[in-house]
């Protein structure tokens, strides 16, 4: 989308921060841009008559003073930013290593997010999650949750799933009987805006370092959670109903054609009568590692197997399945590993469409800078015909592993080329993308090795918005002479 500017001052769109992505930016005579600093950014362009468009191309960039422009006879077209980063959440009492951001729900009119690696009370590693709420137009945190049996290590907030008055929270590290690493799932109501523990969940059957929890999902009164590392790393995952007074364990849930280390339960989605569930070292054909994702369908209160997902252009070690998103009839399902142009571990993202119930994949979505070892795809929010996908492994200028995270959108069915978000003060081994959310016009982006102060790996929360509410940025064109929008 574009912006028609007459004599508007350069101060008058000046923008703490600005991300374009592809298309966003049209340019009019003459053939060059630049920044606010002076930098060229374009060198050469068609050009065509002033006040139309030049050609479109994908500008990236920060700053208090970054502004794209180009003039001709007193008129200047912007291009509008596709997000802006609005504000950077931290732990009221956050310490070194805690790790925040290590997932992130929203949901409804609050943020949770997940610190496993918290310490409470002296016990390392207890982990906690965060609640926060918006005051005053900024999120803040109005409510930590711990395990009330918590002891050091449990890694309490590994994942984090919400639906209406219903938390549920991973602690895949808990001992459970004397089995280490079991791991356990806590239910938490809330009543009015606080939440109070309700009940513990653990598997049946579960055993030493199953890691139950690793990733979950709860919708209305069901649960799906999974497992795994059960019985030799094949991985498992657990269906538990809520009759009103307790959740009790109805189903365990297994691959048709399980294999040791295929790690069925690593991640999960499901909505309504559907669930997907990624067992990213499933071995296909020849190919070790190359993972695979199993569709279930319920019919009353019991799950089935109804399709087995692969990439068709899969390879050993590409890891399909490592994280899922699922939308209204569409799945995105990433895959690390995946080598992009050479690139061993660039990683992408497949888009699977699931009308009539027969998944079939219809698209494949990659970081058009990416490089080796990004890890696309290590984190999938999916909401609607919005993507953001995380790669906390990718390089930002000569920072390793600052990270990164992108936000493809759909429209007419297909997919755009993607924007890139990147934190306004990352740095090496951020890992910024390494969790992300999405709602209305909202991203939020986890960077668990921010240091904040002089703490390394305390985590943070990036939080951005699509458009602009100060009258400078907005949908349509602006007054030249104001700045407002015009409607």
Not at 171 to 194: K, L
């Amino acid at each position: 989308m574009a912006r028609l500017v007459n004599r508007l001052e350069a101060d008058r769109i000046r923008a703490r921060r600005l991300s374009l992505s592809i298309g966003a930016a049209v340019l009019a005579s003459p053939a060059f841009a630049f920044d606010g600093g002076g930098a060229p950014l374009l060198h050469s362009v068609t050009t065509r008559p002033a006040h139309s468009a030049a050609r479109t191309f994908e500008p990236s960039f920060r700053g208090i003073d970054d502004v794209l422009s180009a003039a001709t006879n007193g008129t200047r077209v912007f291009g509008a930013p596709s997000w802006l980063e609005r504000q950077k959440v931290v732990a009221d009492d956050g310490t070194m290593m805690e790790q925040f951001g290590w997932t992130i729900t929203v949901a409804g009119d609050a943020v949770y997010v997940g610190a496993p690696f918290a310490s409470v009370e002296g016990h390392a590693r207890q982990g906690a999650v965060y609640v926060y709420a918006k005051v005053d137009g900024l999120w803040t945190q109005v409510q930590k949750l711990v395990a009330s049996d918590g002891v050091g290590g449990e890694n309490f907030g590994a994942s984090v799933s919400v639906d209406g008055t219903t938390m549920l929270v991973g602690a895949i590290r808990a001992t459970i009987g004397g089995n280490v690493d079991q791991g356990a799932a806590y239910v938490f109501d809330r009543s009015g805006g606080s939440w109070s523990e309700a009940q513990k969940l653990v598997a049946d059957d579960g055993m030493e370092s199953d890691d139950f929890g690793y990733a979950l999902k709860v919708e209305g009164d069901t649960a799906i959670i999974g497992a795994p590392f059960v019985n030799d790393r094949q991985g498992a995952a657990y269906v538990f109903q809520s009759s009103g007074s307790g959740w009790t364990q109805t189903q365990k849930l297994l691959a048709g054609d399980a294999a040791p280390d295929d790690l069925y339960g690593v991640a999960l989605a499901f909505e309504g009568s559907t669930a997907l569930i990624g067992a990213l070292s499933a071995t296909i054909g020849e190919n070790t590692d190359q993972g695979a994702v199993y569709v279930l369908t319920r019919s009353g209160n019991t799950w089935s197997e109804a399709q087995k997902l692969v990439a068709d252009d899969g390879a050993a070690s590409d890891r399909f399945g490592t994280a899922i998103g699922l939308s209204g009839g569409t799945a995105v399902i990433s895959a690390i590993g995946a080598t992009i142009d050479g690139n061993e571990g660039q990683g992408a993202a497949y888009v699977f469409d699931g009308a009539g119930g027969n998944w079939v994949r219809s698209g494949k979505l990659v970081a058009a800078d990416g490089a080796a070892s990004d890890n696309f795809g290590y984190s999938i929010a999916l909401r609607g015909d919005t993507v953001l996908i995380g790669a906390p492994f990718a390089a930002v200028g000569e920072n390793s592993a600052q990270g990164a995270a992108y936000v493809h959108a759909r429209s007419g069915g297909a997919w755009s080329a993607g924007t890139k978000l990147v934190a306004g003060d990352g740095a090496a081994t951020s890992f910024y993308g390494w969790s992300g959310a999405l709602d209305e016009g909202v991203a939020l982006v986890g960077s668990i090795g921010a240091a904040i102060g002089d703490n390394p790996f305390q985590g943070a929360v990036y939080v951005y918005a699509t458009g602009s509410d100060d009258g400078i940025f907005c949908s349509g064109f602006e007054d030249g002479e104001s700045g407002a929008c015009a409607r």
